[in-house]
């Protein structure tokens, strides 16, 4: 008797409400050279990959690609979930994020986020070619992209939700409320946001906005946090971006713009594509090098007054 095997993926999305779709230029592009789809598309893959890649490979080019609106989509993963499966399908070979600089109506230059998904698992050789040659079609002149003294060309955030900025507050501080939305291991008290918000301001003083800032703090979290408030200075200490260049060297006539960068599938971190094998920096493909970010463990609740006096003693002693 014949056995048939399911299929790996769904034919639609599992929602019945169409997909959000990303803003114009954004999200899901489909890399050339895709082969007709069969029912054992990524059998090989793990189950929640399996059911994660079947998912994005049904949706649409222009779809949104993010994280969060992955998890809303698919019920029975979370947002920490879609990211490790997002992770592991860029090591298959099945996706790079991809960040592009476009120029728009008014000759408005600005940065799009895409995710280029392939149904057939393409090696780093692969993807390297692909990332070639979608520099080499948008390479254009110097001048054709550089935008006025007076009005310097900021990245645009992805277009994702966000949480509203709370009146009366800095873009700092509004970034570090939202930490405790994004996951819940890092969230802080008002007092916390406070105390923080100086390290957070210093970050956009460096040229990066609060999807960077929020994203490097949230990436490649421990399974526990005893001190969200501790951990995240740590991180915005430890993690912060170097101090962008005041007067840059503007380069000679001719010289072609690096319109396409890849991005960490992880973190965001740019770079070029021999940079990131298997779409992943090396601090997200080798997390153990660093030092362990793993808060102190305390003791059993029962001995908690003895180990807070035997501190209060240890402060006091000369």
Not at 80 to 91: E, I, N, T
Not at 110 to 132: K, P
Not at 240 to 253: K, N, R
Request: include cysteine; proline fraction near 11%; hydrophobic fraction near 40%.
């Amino acid at each position: 008797m014949a056995i048939q095997h399911p299929s790996s993926a769904p034919s639609a999305p599992a929602s019945s409400r169409p997909y959000p779709m990303a803003g114009p230029g954004y999200g899901k592009r489909s890399a050339p050279d895709q082969q007709p789809r069969r029912a054992d598309d990524f059998m090989l893959l793990p189950l929640r990959e399996r059911n994660i890649a079947g998912f994005i490979d049904h949706l649409p080019d222009g779809a949104a690609m993010d994280v969060k609106g992955l998890a809303k989509q698919l019920p029975l993963y979370g947002q920490q979930a879609v990211g490790s499966a997002l992770k592991a399908l860029s090591v298959a070979g099945y996706l790079r994020r991809v960040r592009c600089l476009v120029t728009g109506e008014g000759g408005q230059v600005r940065w799009v986020f895409r995710t280029f998904w392939s149904r057939t698992a393409r090696d780093n050789e692969w993807w390297g070619a692909l990332m070639a040659a979608e520099v080499q079609r948008t390479a254009v002149p110097e001048v054709a992209v550089v935008a006025p003294a007076a009005a310097p060309v900021v990245p645009e955030q992805r277009a994702q939700e966000r949480e509203p900025v709370v009146g009366g507050h800095s873009p700092a501080y509004a970034a570090l409320a939202q930490l405790g939305r994004v996951d819940a291991r890092l969230a802080l008290s008002a007092a916390d946001c406070a105390v923080l918000e100086p390290l957070a301001a210093e970050w956009f003083t460096r040229g990066v906005d609060a999807d960077y800032l929020v994203r490097a703090l949230v990436a490649g979290l421990p399974a526990g946090v005893g001190s969200p408030v501790g951990l995240v200075r740590r991180r915005l200490t430890d993690k912060i971006p170097p101090q962008a260049p005041t007067a840059p060297v503007p380069p000679a006539p001719g010289t072609p713009v690096r319109r396409v960068m890849m991005e960490c599938t992880k973190c965001g971190v740019p770079g070029r594509a021999e940079a990131l094998p298997d779409g992943l920096c090396r601090a997200c493909r080798e997390p153990g090098q660093g030092a362990p970010e793993v808060p102190v463990e305390l003791p059993a609740e029962r001995d908690v007054r003895t180990y807070v006096a035997e501190l209060r003693g240890l402060l006091k002693a000369p």
